[in-house]
């Protein structure tokens, strides 16, 4: 049995209202499995096998058992189950109530947010142990805000740049955690604002784009999409068939590079974000290296040419574009090719802009517009070159993608 100090608590005992199915929302079908199993394979692909805490709802309690049996068991992982209560922090507080003695670190997580990528529990984990306090994942928020009164009319436009949505794992030292439900008043949606409530830190880290909450159907259809690609491409990997017809991805780079502007007042487009209060690059467009970087490591990787050859370099239509127009229009050209985007990792290369507090932000924009998860990451030269000298901004992408039937 493992002998962690870190437990997940996975509250499952909702009924999903929402979702609108006669079971509980835990252990409505997804692909081969359930809600729950799907949400258990993903917190037991964590580096170190957790201690497991389901809650579960009050008649489902031993089925809810057996599902956690077969996965925990092989996985030589220690769980409980127990019984959850009428609302989600009813549930937590009961859950909370299982812990073993030895747990430092807790992790709550709920069922309804299967396709949670193991690796954002570790990095919560990890940072809750590193920073001794809250630690949740959140998005930024992508479209407008607008508040409204009961009448729905518009009181007001929200500053988007200082929202976060929350996701979960949301993890805490366990005895902040004890501590905030023994004394919070009132009912909270999420175990952060019930932390928050009593005057305790907690930190945002970057969240995941397939945490997303099964909330109705059509968050349920975009699941089972998902797990259906997932399972193909094991199958296509692992079974004797399947490595007959065995989908091989491309890869592609790209690179590009823009000066910094003469003109001080150009405003500064890169990662798809608008940087207020930095010099702009020069460009026929908007001279967003990195959008162009991953465009032509797209082209690339379909063998469909290159950023120039697609758009032209001087084409009036696109004086002043944004690297969104041109993503877009690329990734629609793939799909019109018959391929999808696996993945995407660009690196910019360069003193300025520093990418790091708004990372997060522009992974998620490049993220929606590919279609398909992006990471970027930033460097410096360490005063060398021109980047070195400040002079521009190299960005460096590769991506992968995968053929459809007929392209493989
Ligand atoms: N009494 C409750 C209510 C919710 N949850 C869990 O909290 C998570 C987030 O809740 P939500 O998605 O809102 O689930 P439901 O309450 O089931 O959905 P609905 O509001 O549509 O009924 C889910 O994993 C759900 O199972 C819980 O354990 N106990
Ligand atoms: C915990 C949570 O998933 C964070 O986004 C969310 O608050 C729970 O969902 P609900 O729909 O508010 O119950």
Known sequence: MNDSTVAVIVVAAGSGTRLGRPEPKAFVPL??????????????????APYLVVVAPDERVEEARAIVAARAGGASVAFDVVAG????????????????????????HD???????????DEVAAA?????????????????????????????????????AMQTPQ??????????????????????????SVGMPIDIVPGDARAFKITVPADLHRAEQ?????????????TPAGAASVVVPRVGTGIDVHAFADDAGTPLWLAGLNWPGERGLSGHSDGDAVAHAICDALLAAAGLGDIGGMFGTADPRFSG???EVFLAETVRRLADAGFRVGNVSVQVVGNRPKLAPRRAEAEA????????????????????????????????????????????
């Open 128 to 164: 809750v142990r590193a920073r001794g306090h809250g630690v949740v994942p959140g998005l930024p928020v992508i479209d407008t805000i607008k508040r409204v009164d009961a009448r729905g009319r518009i009181v007001a436009t929200v500053d988007r740049s200082e929202l976060a």
């Open 365 to 408: 924009l490049l993220t929606r517009v590919v279609g398909a998860p992006v990471g970027v990451t930033a460097t410096t030269t360490d005063g060398l070159g021109f980047t070195g000298r400040g002079e521009g901004v190299t960005a460096i992408a590769t991506a992968l993608i995968v053929p459809g039937p007929g392209q493989a």
């Open 171 to 196: 993890g805490f030292p366990r005895s902040a955690l004890e501590h905030a439900y023994s004394r919070a008043h009132g009912e909270h949606t999420d175990d952060a604002a019930l932390v928050e």
């Open 321 to 323: 574009a944004h690297g």
């Open 85 to 108: 209560g009428e609302t989600r922090q009813e549930s937590v507080s009961r859950g909370i109530g299982a812990l073993p003695h030895v747990i430092e670190t807790v992790l709550v």
């Open 226 to 238: 998902l797990v259906a690609e997932r399972a193909d491409t094991a199958a296509a990997i692992t």
């Open 31 to 48: 692909g081969d499995d359930t809600v729950l199993g799907v949400a258990l394979d993903a917190v037991l692909g964590m580096s170190d």
């Open 111 to 121: 069922a309804a947010r299967p396709l949670t990528p193991s690796i954002v529990f």
